[in-house]
């Protein structure tokens, strides 16, 4: 048994899709360059009380008409460019993502569960054999459906190292956390790292999407 899309887009219709702050950056851009409307929100912050911003850790990408805004017929637009990782993680999807503040130690850091998205009809239809199986069994979901398992890891080692960079800076006093402050303006996590640490675009291999999206233009 094997997970194999079927590309019926369900997915790319049912909700808003969650994105890290650097995805934010990337489809915003993508979406101005290729002429496509796009709205998102942030998600969860935390305040820091050196900068006095809020540090978005999360952000949304709403709906529009129904659909993401990336969606051609069935099709991903982006496939090629940069799809979210919860885009190619899914059906294999975080279901509660904590993040939590340990002041004496000065470290954020998130604990996050998985599941799998019965919004797939893929899923459905493999429902009852996962569960015999014992469905989060890592060794079982590994075999049904590596791509995505894979994309999941890699989604929780880019949030792991987005938060091992702000403990960073929280123990050299750079920032100073607590909960987010309602009212604080926001400032996208990725962004406000990115002004510490230089090499993070090209760690995120951000550099390459543009490449991407520009060779791309360019053959329009
Ligand atoms: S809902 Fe499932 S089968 Fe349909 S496009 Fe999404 S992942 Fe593929
Ligand atoms: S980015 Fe692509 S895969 Fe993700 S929801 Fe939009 S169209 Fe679907």
Redesign the pocket.
């Known amino acids: 048994m094997r997970f194999t899309c079927t590309l019926c887009g369900d997915?790319?219709r049912a909700s808003p899709?969650s994105l890290l702050p650097h995805e934010d950056v990337i489809l915003r851009e993508i979406a101005e360059r290729l002429e496509v409307p796009y709205k998102s929100y942030n998600g969860y912050v935390m305040y820091d009380r050196v900068s006095g911003y809020n540090l978005a850790f999360s952000y949304v990408m709403d709906l529009i008409d129904g659909k993401?805004p990336?969606?051609a017929g069935n099709l991903?637009?982006?496939?090629n460019l940069y799809?979210?990782l919860i885009?190619r993680s899914f059906p294999y999807i975080p279901r509660q993502v904590r993040y939590n503040i340990d002041s004496y130690n000065r470290v954020v850091y998130a604990t996050v569960e998985y599941g799998l998205s019965l919004m797939c009809p893929v899923i459905k239809r493999d429902k009852s054999e996962l569960e015999r199986l014992g469905e989060l069994n890592p060794g079982i979901l590994s075999e049904y459906m590596p791509q995505e398992v894979e994309a999941a890891e890699e989604m929780e080692r880019i949030r792991s190292l987005f938060l091992a960079l702000l403990s960073t800076l929280w123990r050299l006093g750079v920032v100073d956390l607590e909960a987010g402050r309602p009212g604080a303006p926001v400032y996208n996590l990725y962004l406000f790292l990115a002004r510490h640490y230089p090499d993070l675009p090209h760690i995120l291999k951000i550099d390459r999407v543009m490449k991407r999206l520009a060779e791309m233009l360019e053959h329009e």
């Open positions: 997915c790319c899709v993401c990336f969606l991903c637009r982006i496939q799809k979210p885009c």
